[in-house]
């Protein structure tokens, strides 16, 4: 749903920066970024799924790995 709801901002407001305030996961980072500006994530990479808490390494691992490989794509 996220997703849907930038892709209508940005339809409406074309040359507006958007940024993902949620939701972005290494799944869907190359979405995301396909249609917003930049994203804002922590939720996806913490051992308790909510703001608070730990990062885990390994989401965060993965979650790097995703956002470099949408990078060379664009590049």
Known sequence: QTLE???AARAKYP???ILVGGGVTAENFGEATRT????I???SMKES???VGRFVPEKVRA???AA???GRAAG
């Not at 917003?36 to 994203?39: L, S």
């Open 68 to 70: 470099r490989k949408v």
């Open 5 to 7: 709801l930038v892709a």
């Open 15 to 17: 040359r507006t920066p």
């Open 41 to 43: 994530v922590s939720t």
């Open 36 to 39: 917003a500006d930049g994203a």
């Open 63 to 65: 979650f790097m790995t």
């Open 49 to 51: 799924g909510s703001a």
